[in-house]
């Protein structure tokens, strides 16, 4: 009996112990975010510091989801979230997050040591080794440098990194979801002192003079918008204020016209309007509910825009489909079907194929030798002969693909300088919305690069009838997707002209209308047909001010970009009257 007693608590101890063990080796697959912000500062949280560590993930438009801690206890994250939410802290919107762990891909680290939340940390000196990241772990702060493209390469570089202090400095696996990398954010407003960057592509005996450059981070890469991987796959966060478009979004609905702002694009409408007898009110530039009750009359009623309606449908006709076989439709349903894209894309030679191979492997199986390869052979072939027209980047150097943001920014380079006119895909900025916008906006230079119709402002009927008169008076077929890469940026993201840009574009429709004008009084049919012009451009105008000032421009900026729009869609066609 005494045995069997004994058995039974030596199991019940091995049980507990195991079960024990396994707690402490759960991943840390909870945190709490805090909410969106713009522009967050690190002291704006001061008050949060003794709960846990706060770390912040850049999105869009200088907005930022901040998160607070760690946590390998469900619990133990809601009873946090709950605590932010109350009156003491006043965080409504601070939520648990749970992590995508198993999604994820292990990186080879270098772990420097722990330290312990709640405290003010100096990053200055790690970041004498490179790039820093810390996994979250409860109330312990693990910090990592990396990424290295595996192990022997980390263990080369460990002796160095003892030497700079870091004595119990070892190589670890880690799961990429739970890696967060140090920035501006972090380190707060101390001045940063360089990097050292890491040549981890040679062996540790050879010297960096003996081989080719490596370039880990380039000085052009962009800060690319974070995707956090949850549960439920890629989740985005919403955004800050309910006046921000997500830009993930790629469909455009009406904004709403607001009716306190006085404008020019509504006295022009009026006016029009009232000429036509559509409207009888004063030409005060307020766009309420009787300019818009006549806006729709002049629709509905008038010959011209009755005939441009049905021909609209034909001046704009985007055409995603490709050939099946081709690189194009490869590229189009690389997501849909992958076997067949993928197999495609290899048996091309063009260098644009390589990078959405480079891409599709980093994507599904991680950074790494192959991505590299891919990714530096499609630059070589595509810069061959062509001189480098972006700033800030080297296609003679060689580089290590360790983010979405850089990968995608250099496949952008790629398809634009390639001869063939291949689509930047519309599941590129769905999947990617961050890094793919960043990338894609990242320089005004837009000759040469092409873009599927993903939607935007094409989705307007008013845009689509500003582009079929434009078409229909300027007697010119221009190609509808010429302008398709810089529309896409104003749609998703919107940043205000310079004032000398704001002067040209003010000097450019004064100029035009004046031309316009003079060509309308020839002819009735001309007066006719600008007329109609008149209505869809101020209409549009007024929808494009709108549609800008909820993304926080003011009044004036609304108004110039909403000019740069409208010349972004009929410029061209009308390039005669100029």
Request: net charge neutral.
């Amino acid at each position: 009996m005494t045995n069997i007693l004994r058995q039974t608590v030596l199991a019940c101890f091995l049980l507990v112990f195991a079960l024990s063990a396994f707690g402490q080796n759960k991943e840390p697959a909870y945190t709490v975010q805090i909410g969106t912000f713009v522009n967050p500062k690190p002291e704006d949280f001061k008050s949060l510091q003794p709960l846990g560590f706060v770390y912040a993930v850049p999105q869009m438009q200088n907005q930022a989801n901040v998160f607070i801690g760690g946590f390998t206890d469900q619990l133990e994250a809601e009873k946090l979230a709950e605590t932010l939410r109350s009156p003491q802290y006043g965080y409504t919107n601070a939520r648990m997050v749970e992590l995508n762990t198993e999604g994820g891909h292990y990186y080879t680290m270098v772990q420097l040591e722990i330290l312990t939340a709640g405290k003010e940390i100096d990053w200055e000196p790690y970041l004498q080794l490179g790039r820093i990241y810390v996994v979250l772990e409860d109330k312990a702060i693990k910090v990592y440098t990396g990424i290295f493209p595996d192990r022997a390469t980390a263990s080369g570089e460990l002796s160095r990194i003892r030497k700079a202090g870091y004595e119990d400095a070892f190589v670890k696996d880690v799961n990429n979801v739970l890696l967060h990398e140090i920035g501006d954010f972090e380190i707060g407003p101390r001045q940063k002192k360089p990097l050292i960057p890491l040549n981890f592509d040679r062996p540790p005996e050879e010297s960096v003079a003996t081989k080719k450059k490596m370039v880990t981070q380039p000085a052009e890469v962009v800060v690319a918008q974070p995707e956090m991987l949850t549960a439920k796959g890629v989740e985005m966060a919403p955004p800050a204020a309910p006046v921000k478009k997500p830009a993930v979004n790629l469909s455009a609905t009406l904004p709403d016209i607001r009716s306190n702002v006085k404008r020019q694009s509504a006295v022009q409408l009026q006016k029009v309007l009232k000429t036509l007898g559509a409207y009888s009110g004063k030409a005060d530039g307020y766009y309420g509910p009787n300019t818009r009750a006549a806006y729709e009359r002049a629709v509905a009623d008038n010959r011209q825009l009755k005939k441009y309606r049905i021909l609209a449908r034909y001046y704009y006709a985007p055409a995603n489909s490709a050939k099946p076989g081709s690189v194009q439709w490869a590229i189009n349903s690389l997501w849909e079907d992958s076997p067949d894209a993928l197999d495609i894309l290899k048996q091309s030679s063009l260098p644009v194929a390589k990078a959405y191979r480079a891409y599709f492997e980093f994507v599904t199986k991680g950074p790494g030798t192959t991505v590299n390869e891919l990714m530096n052979s499609a630059i070589k072939q595509a810069f061959a002969n062509v001189k480098s027209e972006f700033p800030r980047f080297d296609p003679s150097a060689t580089y290590a693909y360790v983010n979405i943001g850089q990968l995608i920014l250099h496949l952008r380079h790629v398809q634009q300088v390639s001869p063939q006119e291949i689509e930047a895909p519309c599941w590129l900025f769905s999947k990617h919305p961050g890094p793919a916008l960043e990338a894609f906006s990242a320089s005004s230079q837009t000759l040469g690069l092409h873009m599927q119709n993903c939607g935007g402002f094409w989705d307007w009927e008013e845009v689509q009838l500003l582009h079929a008169i434009a078409q229909d008076i300027g007697a010119q077929d221009h190609p509808a997707h010429s302008s398709t890469p810089m529309l896409a940026s104003y749609f998703l993201n919107p940043e205000a002209p310079d004032a000398a840009t704001q002067q040209e574009l003010a000097k450019w429709s004064a100029t035009l209308w004046s031309s316009l004008n003079a060509w309308s009084s020839r002819d009735p049919m001309f007066t006719d047909m600008v007329n109609a012009l008149k209505i869809t451009w101020f209409q549009t105008q007024v929808l494009l001010e709108d549609y800008y000032m909820n993304y926080g421009l003011k009044a004036n900026e609304a108004t110039a970009l909403a000019l740069a729009t409208i010349k972004a869609i009929a410029g061209e066609d009308l390039k005669r009257f100029m």
